[in-house]
C-alpha cells in the first residue's frame, strides 16, 4: 500500500512540473501577445481581429488532438512532440512583426503547436488520477496557476525592463523544461488498445469520427455543460484580449497588465487546491452553476471600475469563477463520459471553452471596441455570462444535468 502511494506522489509530482512549466511558458506569449502587438504599431481592433483568427484555428485544432488522443497516439508524445514544435516560433515572433503576414503565420502556427495544449494536459492528468487514485487534478491545476501567476508577474517586469524579446527567450526556456520532464511521466495508453490487451485479443481500431460525434451528442448533459460554458468563457474571452486594452486606459502599462494577469492566476490556487475535498461533499453540477454567478459578477463589476486598483481587486474573483468551474467541469467530464470518448469530450470542452467563445467574443468585442470603447465589451461580457448563468438554472429546474 505504502509503495502505491509512492508511486502516485511522483506522478502527481511530476504532473505537477509539467503542468506549471507549460503555464509559465504559455503566459510569456498568450498574456503579453495584444501589448506585443500594440506596441509594434499594431492597433488594438487589428490585435484582438488576429486573436480571433488564431481562435477559430484552436477550435479546430482541439477536438482533432483528442481523437487522435483516444484512438491512436497517447497524450504524452502528442505533447512533447507539439511542443517542441511551438519553440522556435515564440522566439521568432518578435523578429516577423514587421511583416502582419509573418505575424500572422507565425500566431497561427504556436496555435496549432502550444495554444490547443491546455485541454490536452487535462486530458491527460485526469485520465492518470483514474489509474492512480491517490493522485489530485487540483493539486497539478492550481499548482499551475501559481506558477502562471509567477511568471505574469515575472514577465511583466521583465518586458518593462529589457523588451517582448527575453520573454519570449525564457518562455520558450520554461517550454524546454516541461518537454523534459514530459519525458519521464507515465504516458496514458490509447484506453481501447489497454482493454484489448488486458483481455488478450487483438487491438481494435478506434472508434469512427460519426460514432465519436454521435457518442457526444447523444449526451444532454454534455451538450448543456459546452453550451453554458461557451456563454461564459465568451465574456472571459473579451477579458483575456481586452484587458490590456483597458488597463492602458486606466494609465497602466506592460508591467501593470503582467499585474492583472498575476493576481488573476495567484487567486485561483486556494479553490484549485480545496476542490477535491469540495467535489465530494457537493455535486459537481451545483458547482458549476454557482461559478456562473462569480463570473457574471466579476464581469459586471470590471466594466464600471473607475479606476485600476478597483478593477485589479475585481479580478480576485476568478478564484470563485474559473477556479471553480474548470476543475468541477473537469471531474463532470470524468463522471459522465464513457472512457472511449473522454479525451475528445474533454479537449472539445477546452475547445468550446478557450476556442469557438474566443472566436465570437473577440469579433465581437472588436466590433464594439471600434464602434465604442472598452467599456462597453465588458458589458457586452455581462450580459453573455447572465445568459450562461441562466441556462445553467434551467438545467437544474429541468433536470438535465445528471
Known amino acids: 500500500m505504502k509503495r502505491i502511494i509512492s508511486q502516485d506522489l511522483l506522478i502527481q509530482v511530476k504532473c505537477t512540473l509539467v503542468h506549471s512549466l507549460f503555464w509559465a511558458s504559455y503566459c510569456a506569449y498568450s498574456s503579453f501577445i495584444v501589448t506585443m502587438l500594440t506596441d509594434y504599431g499594431y492597433s488594438s481592433a487589428t490585435a484582438t481581429a488576429m486573436m480571433t483568427a488564431t481562435s477559430v484555428l484552436s477550435f479546430i485544432a482541439q477536438p482533432v488532438s483528442g481523437y487522435i488522443c483516444d484512438n491512436y497516439i497517447p497524450h504524452k508524445w502528442v505533447y512533447i512532440v507539439l511542443t517542441i514544435c511551438a519553440i522556435p516560433t515564440m522566439v521568432l515572433m518578435p523578429h516577423l512583426l514587421f511583416s502582419p503576414v509573418l505575424t500572422m503565420i507565425s500566431m497561427l502556427l504556436f496555435t496549432i503547436f502550444m495554444v490547443q495544449m491546455p485541454g490536452l494536459l487535462d486530458a491527460w492528468v485526469i485520465g492518470l488520477t483514474n489509474l492512480h487514485p491517490h493522485m489530485n487534478y487540483g493539486i497539478s491545476r492550481g499548482s499551475s496557476s501559481l506558477a502562471f501567476a509567477i511568471s505574469a508577474q515575472a514577465m511583466g517586469v521583465l518586458t518593462a525592463v529589457y523588451g517582448h524579446g527575453l520573454r519570449c527567450w525564457v518562455g520558450a526556456a520554461l517550454g524546454l523544461l516541461s518537454v523534459i520532464v514530459a519525458f ?46 461557451f456563454l461564459l468563457f465568451m465574456g472571459t474571452s473579451c477579458f483575456s484580449s481586452f484587458i490590456p486594452v483597458l488597463t492602458q486606459e486606466l494609465g497602466g502599462g506592460s508591467g501593470e497588465v503582467g499585474t492583472v494577469f498575476a493576481l488573476t492566476a495567484l487567486s485561483e490556487v486556494p479553490a484549485m487546491f480545496l476542490m477535491a475535498s469540495i467535489l465530494r461533499k457537493v455535486p459537481a453540477k451545483k458547482v458549476i452553476v454557482l461559478a456562473g454567478l462569480f463570473y457574471l459578477l466579476r464581469l459586471s463589476l470590471t466594466a464600471v471600475a473607475p479606476n485600476y486598483i478597483v478593477m485589479l481587486l475585481v479580478q480576485m474573483l476568478q478564484g470563485l469563477s474559473f477556479a471553480v468551474i474548470w476543475p468541477a467541469s473537469m471531474a463532470y467530464l470524468n463522471q459522465i463520459m464513457d472512457y472511449e470518448v473522454r479525451s475528445t469530450a474533454i479537449m472539445t470542452f477546452s475547445s468550446v471553452t478557450l476556442g469557438i467563445s474566443g472566436i465570437f467574443g473577440n469579433a465581437i468585442g472588436t466590433a464594439i471596441l471600434a464602434a465604442t470603447n472598452v467599456r462597453m465589451v465588458f458589458v457586452f461580457a455581462s450580459v453573455s455570462a447572465g445568459v450562461g448563468l441562466a441556462l445553467g438554472l434551467y438545467g437544474l429546474a429541468r433536470r438535465i444535468w445528471k
Open 184 to 229: 519521464m511521466l507515465e504516458p496514458l495508453p490509447c484506453r481501447r488498445s489497454q482493454e484489448a490487451k488486458a483481455e488478450n485479443k487483438p487491438v481494435k481500431s478506434g472508434l469512427s469520427t460519426a460514432e465519436t460525434v454521435s457518442r457526444l451528442v447523444k449526451n444532454h448533459a454534455y451538450i448543456l455543460l459546452l453550451l453554458m460554458s
